[in-house]
């Protein structure tokens, strides 16, 4: 059994010594990276070979990459490395790094070619001048062999230690045993359906319902494929926090079910929740656990690695105990786990960390999408870019001063753009080219002026910095699914500003190649109707499944009215306070419990629950503010306890409209005041024009599906269990209308109102 590594995380594990050090940053896009090996490759004579792929043996490990170039007429093997800034501030472990993978190749090429020499050539391409910095050193075969086995032995131990680790693993997965009694209705089908898309390498998008255990039930089945699909890796990607937790939860009910199974779990967090010296910047002069990141990584890396649950509280105490970065701990650990809890962001983004190690490791992966009707709108946000001029006109008075020309450049630009608009909002097809290369420009001295200043920008300048590298990288990707749109705001008495964005409409175009990238992807949630809607704007490859999973609740469990004599309409607001304050009223007198009434926004909210505070004072109520912090939200679910009785205000699609649980008594009933759909506003109107022209359903794509999706979010926190009993009052005569009614859940009855106004 051979143990198989590419060359650049073999010497990412016993090359990296030192400091952690990232002043030489930011390192080039990956689109520029692509361009400049191009470029330096187009410049070559004809014989030259790109990407030529490499392999080698030593004892039980295969060492395997792609060089990036070959010219047999020099005899010249070459790493090229793109940069920005100035190569000479370049950290010396940086530079002994990119050696190592230059002498990994040139021995693989000895060998290949049966070589005796080879000269070796670190390629230095700045991207901004196109400029050259070539290192040429000489070597013998033997010298790099003898420099490729000392590496191999140096990560031969490690190598045995998780092919050991894999086999235990996979040996004691196949044995794996459901970890509870029995199946939940509804969990078998999914946990079979999840398998099945396993073993054929397919897509799965699974409708399944709150409360049949979906967590549980896709990742057991994910485990008890590892060794049949000998997948590397699970990625269970979530869109809250919340959803983490209950990832982890699951996994340790399933260690907790199994006497060995020898399982690395690992949650990933943000840098900023993750950061133990917010106030010290990333490299060893500034914080001590950068000082040395890399000697004393080795001890760090095992310590973790003998943990099955490595969560954030883990994580923490291994890091702290070895003098370590917890965040960079993390990383590395990514590289080692079996199973990784993380953000949407960590596979999705344009730099995602584990999409990028999967590419570059070719690991097998399974990704799990918890709550997958969230990727949608996340992933717009992952794929769009705005800049806000109030925020420029701030870091151009404090700048160095050496910046503030290109600075003052990126303002003219936007200024052109700016008073060639005559309304308030308008939205373009193109991007803004000018403005695009001011900006590019301006980020280039930015970042030559971050390698001559270590001490770094004041956090204002290096936020906007990277917005607008952001900014850029989207432009670069710009197309007929974006829009390029201005919003001009007053912002200081007699002078306008505006807020510039390139805004992601169908994020299917970056979503679709990663969801096929993994051996499977299944998307879940208990929301994901109309089926095309999902299809279309995440870009599921053709040979997606669909499975509707049945429902273990019945419809008497669930008393599901339509209050169609309310207009929840902005223009009929006023006219339906008293009418919704006199429904929960009577609701609440008929059966006294706990309540939660979902609504529009906060306005809707604060004036429904001062005006119920008014008539009724009887009944309890609380309300969720804008802003609330986790303290604060967790605060608002602790009011609702199996002996309270009252009324919690809250808006739809916020923090207590899905991913929250409740059973019991501690939930009977939701009043739901709104349609759901998205602010009618200038942006929402283009959208609406973009899907249209699109797909043909501009209003049902932009404003019906979301709307009522985050509907079905907020009634199925009523239900949670085969014995709760609960009540739904959906209020608003467009829930009579049949194309709305066929978006709700099948198992739902919906009855007629038991609502008589008083009006």
């Known amino acids: 059994m051979s143990y198989s590594i590419a060359v650049r995380a073999l010497c990412e594990f016993t090359a990296k010594v030192g400091d952690l050090d990232l002043r030489f940053t930011p390192s080039p896009t990956a689109l520029e990276g692509i361009v400049g090996h191009r470029t330096v490759a187009s410049r070559r004579s004809e014989d030259y070979q790109s990407e030529v792929a490499l392999e080698g043996l030593f004892k039980s490990l295969k060492v395997k990459g792609r060089a990036d170039g070959y010219d047999p007429a020099q005899n010249c093997l070459e790493e090229v490395k793109t940069y920005r800034g100035d190569l000479s501030r370049q950290p010396a472990n940086h530079r002994q790094l990119h050696w190592a993978q230059a002498k990994v190749y040139g021995w693989l090429m000895c060998q290949k070619l049966q070589l005796e020499r080879i000269n070796l050539a670190l390629v230095y391409f700045d991207i901004v001048s196109e400029k050259e910095t070539c290192l040429v050193e000489s070597f013998s075969a033997g010298q790099l062999q003898a420099f490729f086995e000392e590496h191999c032995l140096l990560f031969l131990h490690w190598a045995e230690q998780e092919m050991v680790h894999r086999e235990r693993r996979n040996r004691a997965a196949q044995q794996l045993k459901f970890p509870h009694a029995g199946f939940r209705p509804g969990q078998r089908h999914l946990a079979e359906s999840v398998f099945k898309a396993l073993s054929t390498g397919c897509c799965l998008m699974a409708q399944a319902p709150t409360g049949i255990g979906k967590t549980v039930g896709t990742l057991f089945p994910m485990l008890k494929a590892l060794a049949p699909q000998q997948l590397d890796k699970v990625f269970f990607l979530t869109a809250k926090t919340p959803g983490r937790k209950l990832a982890l939860d699951a996994a340790q009910v399933i260690l907790d079910s199994s006497d060995a199974l020898p399982l690395r779990i690992l949650e990933m967090i943000a840098r900023d929740k993750a950061c133990e010296h917010p106030d010290k910047a990333c490299h060893g002069e500034s914080c001590p656990l950068a000082q040395g990141f890399y000697d004393r990584l080795p001890a760090a890396r095992q310590a973790a690695s003998e943990r099955s649950l490595l969560n954030q509280s883990a994580l923490r105490q291994v890091a702290l105990e070895h003098g370590v970065c917890p965040y960079y701990l993390s990383q590395e650990m990514a590289r080692w786990a079996d199973v990784v809890v993380a953000d949407y962001n960590y596979y999705f983004d344009f730099s995602a960390l584990l999409f990028g190690l999967a590419q570059?490791?070719?690991?097998?992966?399974?990704?799990?999408?918890?709550?997958?009707?969230?990727?949608?709108?996340?992933?717009?946000?992952?794929?769009?870019?705005?800049?806000?001029?109030?925020?420029?006109?701030?870091?151009?008075?404090?700048?160095?001063?050496?910046?503030?020309?290109?600075?003052?450049?990126v303002n003219r630009e936007w200024n052109a753009l700016h008073n060639q608009q005559a309304g308030v909002y308008q939205a373009y097809d193109s991007p803004p080219q000018k403005l695009l290369q001011a900006l590019s420009s301006c980020s280039a001295s930015i970042g030559d002026y971050l390698n001559d200043h270590p001490q770094g920008l004041d956090s204002a300048l290096q936020n906007f910095y990277f917005e607008m590298l952001q900014f850029c990288r989207v432009g670069e990707l710009f197309d007929e699914q974006f829009l390029f749109d201005i919003s001009k705001r007053?912002?200081?008495?007699?002078?306008?500003?505006?807020?510039?964005?390139?805004?992601?409409?169908?994020?299917?175009?970056?979503?679709?190649?990663?969801?096929?990238?993994?051996?499977?992807?299944?998307?879940?949630?208990?929301?994901?109707?109309?089926?095309?809607?999902?299809?279309?704007?995440?870009?599921?490859?053709?040979?997606?499944?669909?499975?509707?999973?049945?429902?273990?609740?019945?419809?008497?469990?669930?008393?599901?009215?339509?209050?169609?004599?309310?207009?929840?309409?902005?223009?009929?607001?006023?006219?339906?306070?008293?009418?919704?304050?006199?429904?929960?009223?009577?609701?609440?007198?008929?059966?006294?419990?706990?309540?939660?009434?979902?609504?529009?926004?906060?306005?809707?909210?604060?004036?429904?629950?001062?005006?119920?505070?008014?008539?009724?004072?009887?009944?309890?109520?609380?309300?969720?503010?804008?802003?609330?912090?986790?303290?604060?939200?967790?605060?608002?679910?602790?009011?609702?306890?199996?002996?309270?009785?009252?009324?919690?205000?809250?808006?739809?699609g916020g923090a207590f409209g899905e991913g929250i649980d409740l059973p019991g008594a501690r939930l009977i009933g939701a009043f739901i005041a709104t349609l759901g759909l998205a602010q009618l506003n200038p942006v929402n109107e283009q959208l609406k024009r973009r899907m249209a022209a699109i797909f043909g359903a501009g209003y049902d794509y932009t404003y019906l599906y979301p709307g009522v999706q985050k509907v079905v979010q907020a009634a199925g926190r009523v239900i949670r269990t085969q014995q709760d009993q609960g009540v739904v009052m959906l209020i608003d005569d467009r829930f009579g209308e049949s194309k709305v009614r066929q978006l709700l859940p099948r198992w739902w009855s919906i009855e007629p109102t038991l609502f008589h106004s008083a009006q």
């Not at 299917?508 to 998307?523: E, H, K, M, Q, Y």
């Not at 008497?556 to 304050?581: G, Y």
Request: with cysteine; aromatic share 10%; charged share 20%.
């Open 360 to 409: 570059a490791n070719q690991w097998k992966v399974a990704t799990l999408v918890d709550e997958a009707h969230n990727l949608v709108e996340r992933g717009r946000q992952m794929y769009s870019a705005s800049l806000d001029q109030s925020a420029l006109n701030g870091v151009r008075k404090t700048a160095p001063e050496a910046l503030k020309k290109p600075l003052q450049r």
């Open 490 to 652: 007053d912002l200081e008495r007699k002078k306008n500003l505006s807020q510039v964005c390139l805004r992601n409409v169908v994020p299917a175009g970056f979503i679709g190649p990663r969801l096929t990238a993994a051996r499977s992807t299944v998307l879940f949630s208990a929301t994901l109707s109309p089926r095309h809607y999902y299809a279309d704007l995440l870009g599921t490859p053709a040979n997606t499944v669909w499975i509707d999973v049945e429902s273990p609740f019945h419809a008497d469990q669930l008393q599901v009215h339509i209050v169609n004599q309310i207009s929840t309409r902005f223009v009929h607001r006023q006219a339906s306070l008293a009418p919704i304050v006199e429904l929960i009223a009577q609701q609440f007198s008929r059966r006294p419990g706990n309540y939660l009434a979902f609504f529009s926004s906060f306005d809707y909210l604060q004036q429904v629950a001062q005006l119920l505070a008014e008539r009724y004072p009887q009944i309890n109520l609380w309300s969720q503010s804008r802003g609330m912090v986790e303290e604060q939200r967790q605060q608002f679910l602790d009011q609702f306890t199996a002996e309270s009785q009252g009324v919690g205000f809250a808006v739809l």
